[in-house]
């Protein structure tokens, strides 16, 4: 019982991870902890709060994601997710990189709390 659940929570949260990348600044924002940080190839680097969609309204539009080789970590309301990240956008080079989220669940929803990404060379 609680091995089915815990696989639950890992598909749902691997199912917001990949929408956070192709579903717009509105979905992400809605999934994303109010007052959250996220650390990006410079520039922009670190951003919290209303930084971060301001920024991500200038750098959106994925159109495919592949994450390989996955890891994650559930430990009551806190899961930390880490993946390779290949992603592609009409008029850009294939983007990869390491990424890494933390999710917090906030009243029976999971809310990324941070989110890191370091470009592979």
Same mark, same amino acid.
């Given at each position: 019982?609680?091995?089915?659940?815990?696989?639950? /929570?890992?598909?749902?949260? +691997?199912?917001?991870?990949?929408?956070? +990348?192709?579903?717009?600044?509105?979905?992400?924002?809605?999934?994303?902890? /109010?007052?959250?940080?996220? $650390?990006?190839?410079?520039?922009?680097?670190?951003? @919290?709060?209303?930084? $971060?969609?301001? @920024? &991500?309204?200038?750098?959106?539009? +994925?159109?495919?994601?592949?994450?390989?080789?996955?890891? &994650?970590?559930?430990? !009551?309301?806190?899961?930390?997710?880490? %993946?390779?990240?290949?992603? /592609?956008? @009409?008029?850009?080079? $294939? %983007?990869?990189?390491?990424? &890494?989220?933390?999710?917090?669940?906030?009243? !029976?929803? +999971?809310?990324?709390?941070?989110?890191? @990404?370091?470009? &592979?060379?």
């Amino acid at each position: 019982m609680q091995r089915d659940l815990l696989r639950q /929570e890992n598909a749902t949260l +691997w199912n917001l991870e990949e929408r956070f +990348w192709t579903s717009g600044v509105d979905s992400a924002r809605s999934m994303t902890a /109010e007052n959250a940080v996220m $650390i990006l190839p410079y520039p922009p680097s670190i951003l @919290q709060g209303d930084l $971060i969609w301001k @920024q &991500a309204r200038q750098n959106t539009g +994925w159109r495919t994601v592949e994450m390989k080789d996955r890891s &994650a970590a559930i430990h !009551g309301a806190v899961a930390v997710f880490a %993946y390779f990240v290949v992603a /592609e956008k @009409q008029g850009s080079p $294939i %983007y990869e990189a390491l990424c &890494a989220s933390t999710y917090l669940l906030d009243e !029976g929803s +999971w809310l990324r709390l941070s989110h890191q @990404q370091t470009p &592979a060379a």
